[in-house]
């Protein structure tokens, strides 16, 4: 069964850092690329990281020098470490495979 599957979310004050984790089947991890997305509430899903199955990462430009997305294939797992987070990072993140499967999303809220 194809599953990927997000976790690491919670409540961090303004300028903390949480990771976020996305493990995904075997069957699909290891030759895909993986994205990170987030929705604010009432808001669009936007775009905020991408790994290459070799390791290219991308970041928009609201993630740059804070995020780090990265992977471990002896996990099958990809991570997006956030760090100097800001009240505005507050959203739903998901992890997406190969453009088609989804995570449940995990809930990241930065407040004091």
């Known amino acids: 069964q194809v599953q990927v599957t997000e976790s690491g979310g919670g409540l961090v004050q303004p300028g903390g850092s949480l990771r976020l984790s996305c493990e995904a089947s075997q069957t699909i991890y290891r030759d895909n690329i993986f994205d990170w997305y987030r929705q604010a509430p009432g808001q669009e899903l936007e775009w905020v990281a991408g790994i290459t199955a070799g390791g290219t990462s991308r970041y928009a430009d609201s993630a740059k020098g804070r995020f780090t997305i990265s992977r471990d294939n002896t996990k099958n797992t990809v991570y997006l470490q956030m760090n100097s987070l800001r009240p505005e990072d507050t959203a739903v993140y998901y992890c997406?495979?190969?453009?088609?499967?989804w995570g449940q999303g995990t809930q990241v809220t930065v407040s004091s």
């Open positions: 997406n495979c190969a453009m088609k499967f």
